[in-house]
């Protein structure tokens, strides 16, 4: 998956460790969330990883109006494969 075991996230200021609890409470949201990116800018980093910036509109549960975000995550890649996994994702809403 995505999330491994030694995967940080953000949340809106909230930290969570590992995918167990990652995936718990992007879970709880309970929400139809579509994103779309409208600014992303990629960086490498050590031992093949990748730091990426995007930035866009969050449209939740159909509403026309979007939520401004930014999210900021550190991939690295899965050994032997070409895939990669998140080790840092750090999400916020730009509101107000």
């Known amino acids: ?12 200021g909230k930290p969570y460790l ?5 995936m718990q409470q992007l879970a709880t949201l309970g929400a139809t969330v ?3 990116p409208v600014t992303i800018d990629a960086q490498p ?7 990426v910036f995007v ?3 969050l449209h939740i549960d159909n509403n026309p109006n979007p939520l401004k ?19 840092n994702d750090m999400f916020r809403l730009n509101i107000g």
Request: with cysteine.
């Open 45 to 51: 980093t050590f031992n093949g990883g990748v730091l």
């Open 1 to 12: 998956g995505l999330f491994q075991d030694s995967s940080m996230l953000t949340f809106e």
């Open 69 to 87: 975000f930014a999210e900021v995550f550190h991939l690295l890649p899965i050994p032997g494969t070409s895939g990669f996994w998140c080790y």
């Open 55 to 57: 930035s866009g509109d």
């Open 18 to 22: 590992g995918q167990a609890n990652i």
């Open 34 to 36: 579509l994103h779309k």
